[in-house]
Every structure is written in structure tokens, then in C-alpha cells.
């Protein structure tokens, strides 16, 4: 699948989307857990495996302090345990919860639209 947009120039727009992998301006990315923001790509954020999931993973993206997180939990939707997403409620940071193909469009989106928006996101496959 491929996106257009053009209005976030110099900044991290997903370009396209595969089974096991995305491209983020035009470059592949194939590891399994990533957190994307307008000027971040962290390729450690997880092991991109839904079930091994801690509150430390959501405590490093509330230490990023997004306006948003756009959670793209693979191929299907799932919900984490709040316990996990506790830090986020806790610093005030909105929460959506996807399947992965969607949080890349939505990111795309509001990061198109200036928003202080984040995406951590499983791979579709996993």
C-alpha cells in the first residue's frame, strides 16, 4: 500500500506499508517494534511481540511527552491491559488504539495537520 502526502516536509511520514515492514520517508524499516514521531524513529522501542508488553515501554513514550500516541497493535486491534498504558493516562497523553495499518495513516494525518502526534507500532505480521 502506498501513501501520499506532501505537506509534512522534513518530517517522519510513513510512504508505505508491507506484511512485515514500512517505509518512513522512501526507507524500509522491518524491525518488528518501532516509535515513530515527527522527528524520531526508535527501531528498540519493542520486540514487536504484543503479549511481552510492559508499563516501561509506555513510560518511554510519556517521558517523550506527544500530544498523542497512536498505538498500532499488527493486523488486528487489541488492548493492552491499562495497567500497561498507566503512564500515559497518568502525564495526560491521548490514547488510540488500532490495528497497525490504520495508526500509520492516522499519524500521517495529524502530523500532515502540525499535531504533536507519535505512533508505536507492531508490525502488521506479528
Known sequence: MKFHLNQAEGLNIFTALGD?????????????????????????????????LTEEHFAKIARLSPEVVLFGTGNRQRFPHPALTAPLINARIGLEIMDSRAACRTYNILVGEGRNAMVALIMPSV
Open 20 to 52: 512485515d515492514h514500512v517505509f518512513i520517508n522512501q526507507q524500509r524499516y522491518a524491525q518488528p517494534g518501532l516509535l515513530v514521531g515527527a522527528e524520531l524513529i526508535d527501531t528498540t522501542w519493542s520486540n514487536g511481540r504484543f503479549d511481552q
